[in-house]
């Protein structure tokens, strides 16, 4: 089992920066950021494999948003910049131990482990 616990939200103006972390309680091979605003599904954000710099991200945060990782802490990292209202959710830490493809990599499915979230705010 592992626990994910994620910090770092907050409340803030459009076109501000936040910066998300998630904890690991022990290695991963794959880690995700994903959100969930009210109303709406769970919509993957960024994802990385543990020890790499292969990242991926949604079109929707590509330029603004940087996920990175300090792999000998097990932490996780959302660097978001130029914030806007839309990007208001509950965004969460998932995790899971295994390599599922190159495919689908911000399906929620693919994550087995997942953190209780961390609140986004962004008002205009």
């Known amino acids: 089992e592992v626990q994910l616990v994620e910090s770092g939200g907050g409340s803030v103006q459009a076109g501000g920066s936040l910066r998300l972390s998630c904890t690991a309680s022990?290695?991963?091979?794959?880690m995700a950021w994903f959100r969930q605003a009210p109303g709406k599904q769970r919509e993957g954000v960024a994802t990385?494999?543990?020890?790499?710099?292969?990242?991926y991200y949604a079109d929707s945060v590509k330029g603004r948003f940087t996920m990175s990782q300090d792999v000998g802490k097990n932490m996780v990292y959302l660097e978001m910049n130029n914030l806007k209202p839309e990007d208001t959710a509950m965004y969460y830490c998932?995790?899971?131990?295994?390599?599922?493809?190159?495919?689908?990599?911000?399906?929620?499915?693919?994550?087995?482990?997942w953190g209780q979230g961390t609140q986004v705010t962004v008002s205009s």
């Open positions: 998932a995790a899971d131990r295994l390599w599922r493809g190159g495919q689908d990599r911000l399906a929620a499915n693919r994550y087995q482990y």
């Open positions: 022990a290695y991963t091979y794959e």
């Open positions: 990385i494999i543990s020890g790499s710099t292969n990242t």
